[in-house]
């Protein structure tokens, strides 16, 4: 069997799929969710300033984790309605979250990662401690799934909190809420917070459309 290339006369579905994905994957999110807090804010603020069309690469980023649902699906026969809450809204303070499994009142996140390692990455953990706290638990539980770590593919990590740490939490929350809030108001995303010099994140700005920009502002910033 020969593998045709497409000529004038014949009609490719790559860009049909690239369409479809986009509508999928592109609606933008109203609101503030914990995920803009968790990663680049000023990013997401970007976005919602300027909106961009989606590119081969972040709809790629979107279709990995698209397997999620299917653990989700099988977590929910699994324990039964009774017990677990699949992709559950919550919110606090005006800020909203979506976590991917709350199991008897212990917020569940998977993660997909290309690395080898199942390291649990500090913007992972910052996210399940937001869950934590918004739904009051002191323990939460975070499964990474390595796409090319074939001898072990799943790992389970475990964070415990105190209640002072809880209320730690919620007021990171409401101190970035307030700062990304008052960047979309002013319509001045140099307000938000960047991560361009943050170690654990910066590699955000590799595929960022709007990093020149950004570290053009920084970089000024720091001369001043």
């Known amino acids: 069997m020969g593998i045709m290339t497409m000529s004038n006369q014949q009609e490719s579905i790559l860009e049909d799929m690239r369409e479809a994905l986009r509508e999928e994957y592109g609606k933008e999110r109203s609101g503030i969710h914990i995920s803009s807090l968790t990663l680049c804010p000023r990013e997401q603020v970007f976005r919602l300033l300027r909106p961009h069309e989606l590119d081969d690469k972040s709809l790629m980023f979107f279709t990995m984790g698209s397997g999620q649902h299917q653990i989700l699906q ?3 026969k699994w324990f039964g309605k ?3 809450q699949i992709e559950k ?5 005006g800020v909203v979250g979506h976590v991917d499994a709350v199991i008897k ?3 569940l996140e998977i993660k997909t990662t290309r690395s080898k390692s199942h390291e649990a990455k500090l913007h992972y953990l910052i996210q399940l401690k937001c869950y934590c706290a918004i739904l009051g638990s002191n323990i939460g539980k975070l499964i990474t799934v390595g796409l090319i770590n074939y001898n072990e593919p799943f790992h389970e990590h475990t964070i415990v909190m105190s209640e002072s740490e809880i209320k730690k939490q919620l007021e990171w929350i409401d101190k970035e809420a307030a700062q990304f809030k008052e960047a979309v108001d002013k319509k001045d995303w140099t307000i938000a917070r960047a991560v361009k010099d943050d170690k654990d994140l910066n590699w955000k700005c590799t595929a960022c459309v709007f990093s ?3 570290f053009d502002y920084e970089n000024n910033k720091t001369k001043r």
């Open 74 to 76: 099988s977590l929910l």
């Open 105 to 107: 009142g212990i917020p």
């Open 212 to 214: 020149k920009e950004c």
């Open 82 to 84: 009774k017990n677990i």
């Open 89 to 93: 809204k919550i919110s606090y303070n």
